[in-house]
C-alpha cells in the first residue's frame, strides 16, 4: 500500500508575524522546511493573546497567508505551572483543530500561553499520534524565566531542587515546587521524544529526571538565501589594510544578555589597543521594558564608552545580510547560560567569528581558538583581554574565519525532523500495528 504524506502540526507560543524570538523563528522555519522538501504536508499553530483581540465565542482565529497557519487565542495563563486555566476552550477548540486535522505527529516549540495540557489533549483525542516536544530553555525546570540563574543577582544555578528553588522564591514552599516538578514532568512524559538544539540543554533535562534514550539534538535550520561578504578594507598607508576592528551585539537588551559586561569592557580597551577605527555597533531593543535600575546602568555605561559604541536600536533578521556588511566579529556576552542563539548560526553562515560567554550552548557552539573566542562569563575584564587579543593578532580574523562550518539550512534541519518522525512512527508501529504514518 502506497504510504502517504505524513501530516504534521507544528505548535508555537507565538507566531513570527507578531514575535520575533529565536523560538518562534526556529518553529516557523521548520514548518516551512517540512513544506519546502514536498514529503510532508505542515500546518502551524500559534498562541496569540492581549493586546491581539480575539474572536467572539472560540478561541481560533486564522493569519490570512498561504499557508492558512492557525492562530490561538489564550489568555488564562498560570506561569508557575505553565498552565491553561480555561480547560475547556481547550478541550472545544485545541482539541476540534486536532480532529479536523488528524495530524500524523504534532511538534510543540512551545507552550508558553498555550498550557502543558495541551500535550495531554494530543494524546486523548489522537492516541496513536506521534508527540514531539523541542526545548528552547529551561521554563519546565526553572520558574526563574526559565534562565537558571539565581534571583537578586547574576549567579548561575546549576541544578534545580525544591528548595533552592524557594531559596530563589521564598513565598513559595518547597512542597508547592515539588509539586509543580511533578506536575510538568509529568505532562512531558506524555511526549514520544524531546528535541534539543545543544547537548548542554538536553544534560540539564537529562539531569532533571527526563529520560536520556528519549532525546535528539538537531540543530535550528536558518533560511537565509543572501551571503555577505566580508568588508572591504580602506588602505590605511603603504597599501596596508585597515584591521578587522568593527564588533557588533544583535539581541535584546535585558539583564541577562550581558550588555552591561559588554559595555563596560569596551570603555576599560586602552586607547592605543581601541584607536580611532575600532568600533562597538548594538542592534537591540526593549531596554525601556527593563527596571529602572538597569536602565540608568547602560545609560551611564554607554556613557563612560562615549563614541566607541553606537546604538541602531531593533533590527528584523531580514535585515542582518545587510547590516552584515558593516561588520567583522559578533559578540555574545550573555550571563546565562544560553542553548542555540540563532545569532550563532546567523554570524555563523557569514563567516564572521564570534566573541561569547565561556558557559552553556554558546560554549557548545563556538570553539575557543578555532571559530571564535571566549571570555569568561560576567567578567568585563577577561573581555578586554579578547578585544586586545582580536585588534593586535595579525591574521587571526582570517584563521577564525576558517574554522567555521556552515550551519544547517531550514530545509535540512526540516529533513532531519521528518527522519525523526518516520522512525517514532515505526517504532510505534511495532506495538501499536494501527500507528504507522500513513492516513
Known amino acids: 500500500m502506497t504510504q502517504k504524506k505524513p501530516r504534521v502540526l507544528i505548535v508555537s507560543h507565538g507566531h513570527p508575524s507578531y514575535s520575533l524570538g529565536g523560538a518562534e523563528i526556529a518553529a516557523y522555519n521548520l514548518h516551512k522546511g517540512l513544506n519546502k522538501i514536498g514529503t510532508a504536508e505542515s500546518r502551524f499553530l500559534a498562541r496569540v493573546g492581549y493586546p491581539i483581540v480575539r474572536h467572539s465565542g472560540t478561541a481560533l482565529m486564522s493569519l490570512r497567508q498561504k499557508g492558512g497557519d492557525i492562530l490561538y487565542h489564550a489568555d488564562e495563563y498560570d506561569h508557575f505551572l505553565i498552565s491553561n486555566r480555561n480547560t475547556e476552550e481547550l478541550e472545544r477548540d485545541f482539541v476540534r483543530v486536532l480532529k479536523d486535522l488528524k495530524p500524523d505527529v504534532v511538534h510543540f516549540h512551545h507552550f508558553i ?35 537558571m540563574v539565581k534571583t537578586g543577582g547574576t549567579k548561575l544555578c546549576h541544578r534545580a531542587s525544591p528548595s533552592d528553588c524557594n531559596a530563589c522564591f521564598p513565598e513559595v514552599s518547597p512542597a508547592r515546587f515539588l509539586r509543580r516538578e511533578h506536575f510538568v514532568r509529568g505532562l512531558l512524559e506524555v511526549a514520544d521524544y524531546f528535541v534539543s538544539p545543544s547537548q548542554f540543554l538536553v544534560d540539564r533535562y537529562v539531569d532533571w529526571g527526563l529520560d536520556p534514550s528519549r532525546f535528539i539534538v538537531i540543530e535550528n535550520g536558518l533560511d537565509i538565501g543572501q551571503l555577505t561578504p566580508p568588508r572591504d578594507l580602506p588602505l590605511v598607508g603603504k597599501g596596508k589594510k585597515a584591521r578587522r576592528s568593527r564588533f557588533a551585539y544583535f539581541g535584546q537588551i535585558t539583564q541577562f544578555k550581558g550588555v552591561d559586561v559588554l559595555l563596560d569592557a569596551v570603555a576599560r580597551v586602552p586607547d592605543s589597543v581601541w584607536g580611532e577605527d575600532s568600533q562597538l555597533m548594538i542592534f537591540g531593543g526593549n531596554l525601556e521594558r527593563q527596571p529602572k535600575q538597569f536602565q540608568e546602568k547602560i545609560e551611564n555605561l554607554v556613557e563612560r564608552a562615549g563614541n566607541r559604541v553606537r546604538f541602531y536600536g531593533a533590527y528584523q533578521n531580514s535585515d542582518m545580510p545587510r547590516l552584515m556588511r558593516n561588520i567583522d566579529w559578533t559578540i555574545i556576552p550573555s550571563i546565562w547560560w544560553e542553548n542555540s542563539p540563532i545569532v550563532i548560526q546567523e554570524s555563523f553562515f557569514h563567516g564572521r567569528p564570534m566573541i561569547c560567554s565561556n558557559i552553556g550552548g554558546m560554549a557548545e557552539k563556538i570553539t575557543d581558538g578555532v571559530d571564535g573566542l571566549h571570555f569568561r562569563v560576567g567578567s568585563s575584564e577577561d573581555l578586554v583581554d579578547r578585544f586586545t587579543e582580536a585588534l593586535t593578532t595579525p591574521g587571526l580574523w582570517e584563521q577564525l574565519r576558517a574554522g567555521i562550518k556552515r550551519p544547517i539550512s531550514y530545509e535540512e534541519c526540516a529533513q532531519q525532523h521528518l ?16 500507528a504507522a504514518l500513513s492516513a
Open 113 to 147: 500561553g498555550l498550557g502543558l495540557e495541551t500535550i495531554y489533549a494530543v494524546r486523548r483525542a489522537l492516541p496513536n499520534c506521534v508527540i514531539v516536544i523541542t526545548f528552547h530553555e529551561f521554563l519546565s525546570i526553572c520558574h526563574h524565566h526559565g534562565q
Open 419 to 434: 527522519d525523526l518522525y518516520h522512525q517514532l512512527a515505526v517504532e510505534k508501529a511495532s506495538k501499536f500495528p494501527t
